[in-house]
């Protein structure tokens, strides 16, 4: 009841599609009057919240940014089966700043290379991201809360997965035949399993953080298939563990002892403490580096102004 309050309440205030929502090759939007604008074919933005019933938007057009600037795409139907947002056969597309609801798939990602998912919500869906036969990608800054499955990579490799936050999720991260990517800099807070490995190996693993259930008797909740080996560290810092035990005799914040997390996995520099992750994007890195370099350089004009004859 609950839930479907919610759904009225959102369909009063959102774009109603009957269908999926098309960003075609040539660059135009499908069916036309859908809450999605451009002015350049390259930056598609949404104007409004979306409801459908089935899928949602599919993108088919190379070199594309679709940015729900802060709205949400919901899934109103029986959610079996259904995509949130699909990307198939496609280089360089980017999709960032969307609140999913209700999915199979929040964001399918297919045969695909420098695809980047940035700076979504994805919440009670099956799949939060799937990248099946994709490389090269970025899935950065995205929060999965409640899913059955947070991340899933298939048969992908060269990837990078960094700031993410998976909580309260069946599996925060899913690795099936995939190999060769980074995971960095992520939260895995309260799942049943924080990664399962399906034949995976060669993923480097650092600065990420652990915390596990608590419960008597339980192992850390990563499962291995397939006898899979992967590396978890870069060589100076492994990752934070909430049930690691360890000492620190020269205060250096890496643990005196290697910790185990399965036969043939290691993290060698476990973390004492959990890594601290930045919250801001880079860019806003980038803006502060800026202006700090000006202030720098407005201070030593100055001086150099006090000091000349």
């Known amino acids: 009841m609950l839930f479907s309050g919610i759904i009225c309440s959102f369909r009063a205030k959102a774009g109603i599609a009957d269908e999926a929502i098309y960003v075609k090759a040539d660059g135009s939007i499908v069916p036309t009057g859908s809450p999605i604008s451009t002015t350049d ?124 936050n998976m909580t309260a999720c069946q599996y925060g991260l899913d690795l099936r035949f995939s190999s060769n990517n980074t995971i960095v800099q992520n939260n895995f807070f309260y799942n049943d399993c924080n990664i399962a490995f399906w034949y995976s190996s060669e993923n480097r693993f650092f600065q990420n953080n652990f915390s596990s259930k608590e419960c008597v008797g339980c192992q850390e909740p990563i499962s291995n298939h397939g006898s899979s080996v992967n590396i978890w560290d870069n060589g100076l810092e492994g990752n934070y563990w909430s049930r690691y035990n360890g000492t620190d005799s020269n205060q250096d914040d890496i643990g005196d002892e290697s910790y185990i997390i399965s036969e043939n996995n290691t993290d060698h520099y476990p973390l004492m403490a959990q890594y601290v992750i930045p919250e801001f994007p880079s860019l806003h890195v980038l803006a502060f580096f800026i202006i700090a370099t000006l202030l720098v350089m407005i201070v030593c004009k100055r001086k150099h102004l006090t000091r000349a004859p």
């Open 41 to 164: 074919n390259i930056t598609y933005v949404l104007t409004e919240n979306i409801s459908v019933p089935r899928d949602g938007i599919v993108v088919q057009r190379n070199n594309t940014i679709l940015d729900a600037n802060g709205h949400t795409l919901l899934c109103t139907g029986n959610s079996i089966g259904f995509f949130g947002i699909s990307v198939t056969n496609l280089s360089n597309v980017t999709i960032r700043n969307f609140q999913i609801l209700n999915f199979t798939r929040s964001i399918d990602v297919c045969c695909s290379s420098n695809t980047t998912v940035s700076g979504n919500n994805m919440n009670d869906t099956r799949t939060g991201v799937d990248f099946y036969f994709s490389f090269d990608c970025r899935v950065t800054g995205n929060n999965f809360t409640c899913t059955s499955y947070g991340l899933a990579l298939d048969a992908s490799s060269g990837n990078i997965l960094s700031n993410n």
